[in-house]
């Protein structure tokens, strides 16, 4: 039987056809699943945050007095938005938990050391207080302020700062060596935009490798009586406060008066750019729209021994 050449050539087309429209196909495929592994996910803008207060004035538990004002935040959905914040406990126990975290220390969950000095208390006082000045889709950022005070408050007061930011969606804690390379050359910029802040020099640049075992917690002398806490948060307009505090174990107490430990700069996105890693935090940074409420805490309670007016400050003031 002879063969048809027009029609084996229709038959060559359409397969041709056939197998462009397959290859296209899957190629669509393919491209639509990539988009979507490394699409930036849409976030969660309907949202607030609620300041609270663990509040604390002479407990009687303790062979002691305690006075505790430790205010924190509290992530809440809104109701059209439940099951967005699959991470909601895990982010408010991190906020918890960062404010009670020297308190934790002194006087709720001592180690063996804190739990003998205690048997020398006449009183144990803290008092916190935080804002949350950057709230996007992606990251809620933090920023806890202290004063504490072991053994007896107008003889050491000890003065600290913490940051926090947290991603809504994973439920992860960015810490400051997450998004940063902290090496020799940073730590240097560190110290120029520090000392631009206290209009004076503080630090001078020789101090640099100093500073930079400080952040990376190898100074194993300051490391007996201090804990190193580096730490960075979010302004409301995306620059970024950058500081570490050292601080107090038992062994850092000594003397009297009014110690704060804390050194901070202020730097811009520009500024940290040869600086970044690859961690996620800087996809959702680069793409953040303002989002969420911020609530102020209620019937907010203010410290007797350390608030404004509180006592252990008209001490000092008074001396």
Known sequence: ME????????????????????????????VMAYRAKNAVPEGCFDYTVQKRQYYVEYSEQYDYLDVLTIEYPV??????AQGQLEHLQQINDAFYETAMDRVNYWHLQPDDEVKRAQEAYHMFTADVQCDVPYHSQYLVSVHFWETDSPIYPVWYIFKTQRGMTVDLLTGECYALADILRVDEDFIKLWIEKLNQRQGEEVIVPEDA???????????????EKYQFVPYFYLTEDGAFVIGISLDAKLKGISGYGVFDSTFYANMTAEDLAPYRTEALFWERYDKAQSAGEIRECEEKQQNIWLGEEGGATKYWEDR
Do not use: Q, Y
């Open 3 to 30: 063969e048809n050449p027009k029609r084996n050539k229709r038959v060559t087309v359409i397969v041709s056809l056939a197998a462009g429209i397959l290859l296209a196909a899957v190629l669509i495929v393919v």
């Open 75 to 80: 992530l809440v959905e809104a109701e059209e």
């Open 209 to 223: 490798d100093i500073m930079l075992d400080w952040f990376h917690g190898s100074d194993e002398e300051i490391a």
